[in-house]
């Protein structure tokens, strides 16, 4: 299986801030990953698919770039509705796997 | 718009089953395959299996082969996620995901939390 890990495990931020989240494959997935960000008590919501792609409706302020083994979410200026967890997920093969999530908190 | 409504939760006893229901809605049921995904407490998402909405394919993870099972319903566009022989650790969130054609997943459902405990 191919393991995907995710760093930092959390981190602290103020509105405005740039944010960078990681996240590495055990092997290469070419641009198979997506990004999602997930509130409690909400279903996960698609941010970035095939590495640097924003899905429809999703502000400007996220970006997703890297390939092969190493990818990077970024949110330019932290807005305070971004405020959640945010998680990795490659779908080149099976069975599919995930990071183990960025909580981002508040500072 | 696109919907996936899953059924609500439930409470188990350890050694039971558990058949969790996801209603699809607003899209072509045939053209989208659906996965399922799980959440338990303090840990990451875990992949559960997926199935072919146009033949019944269903393909599982390893870890889950022999006590899951995937199914659909062509006529009411549902598909079902069926976990027998429950343990404590299955406690916890289960999803159903729509995947796109080019394999990322577009659309999650609400979630169903499934306790087990005696």
């Known amino acids: 299986d191919i393991q995907m890990t995710q760093s930092p495990s959390s981190l602290s931020a103020s509105v405005g801030d740039r944010v960078t989240i990681t996240c590495r494959a055990s092997?290469?997935?070419?641009?198979?990953l997506a990004w999602y960000q997930h509130k409690p008590g909400s279903a996960p919501n698609l941010l970035v698919f095939?590495?640097?792609r924003l899905e429809s409706g999703v502000p400007s302020r996220f970006s997703g770039s890297g390939s092969g083994t190493d990818f990077t979410l970024t949110i330019s200026s932290l807005q305070p509705e971004d405020f959640a967890t945010y998680f990795c997920q490659q779908y080149n093969t099976f069975p599919r796997t995930f990071g183990q999530g960025t909580r981002v908190e508040m500072k | 718009q696109v919907q996936l409504v899953q059924s609500g939760a439930e409470v188990k006893k350890p050694g039971a089953s558990v058949k969790v229901s996801c209603k699809t809605s607003g899209y072509t049921f045939g053209s989208y395959a659906l996965h399922w995904v799980r959440q338990a407490p303090g840990q990451g998402f875990e992949w559960m299996g997926w199935?072919?909405?146009?033949?019944?394919?269903?393909k599982y993870s390893q870890k889950f082969q022999g006590r899951v099972t995937v199914t659909r319903d062509t006529s009411a566009n549902i598909v079902y996620m069926e976990l027998t022989s429950l343990r404590s650790a299955d406690t916890a969130v289960y999803y159903c995901?729509?995947?796109?054609?080019?394999?990322?997943?577009?659309?999650w459902g609400q979630g169903t939390q499934v306790i087990v405990s005696s």
């Open positions: 095939a590495a640097s």
């Open positions: 092997q290469g997935i070419t641009h198979s």
């Open positions: 199935i072919s909405p146009v033949n019944g394919n269903a």
């Open positions: 995901v729509r995947a796109t054609m080019t394999y990322y997943f577009d659309y």
